[in-house]
């Protein structure tokens, strides 16, 4: 088992898109709980991070544009994906107390 990332697919420049994740099985409040994602040719990279305070950072390159937020009566992580850029286009990864899900693909076009 495994968390499972859903709500990724293509969207124009500009666009919103909004990530889910099940995380059911590794939801904790003791857990921190963040977005990576991978361009092709690149580092991953963590986009964004709430633990168990509930403080959230982000990295540069999404902040203002993106939002994390979760749902711990229902297991969700959610991604709220607002003004993307062709630069967005990666797969997308949710963690949660340290597992990883499979992955969803987020594609921008112009």
């Known amino acids: 088992a495994r968390p499972v990332e859903s709500g990724g697919g293509s969207v124009q420049a500009g666009g919103s898109l909004k990530l889910s994740c099940d995380v059911s099985?590794?939801?904790?409040?003791?857990?921190?709980m963040c977005w990576f994602r991978e361009a092709p040719g690149q580092h991953r990279e963590r986009i964004s991070f709430?633990?168990?305070?509930?403080?959230?950072t982000y990295a540069d390159s999404v902040k203002g544009r993106f939002i994390i937020s979760r749902d711990s009566a229902k297991n969700n992580l959610y991604l709220q994906m607002n003004s993307v850029q062709i630069e967005d286009t990666a797969l997308y990864y949710c963690?949660?107390?340290?597992?990883w899900g499979p992955g969803t693909q987020v594609t921008v076009s112009s």
């Open positions: 963690v949660s107390c340290g597992a």
């Open positions: 099985g590794f939801a904790s409040r003791r857990c921190g």
């Open positions: 709430i633990d168990t305070y509930d403080t959230i």
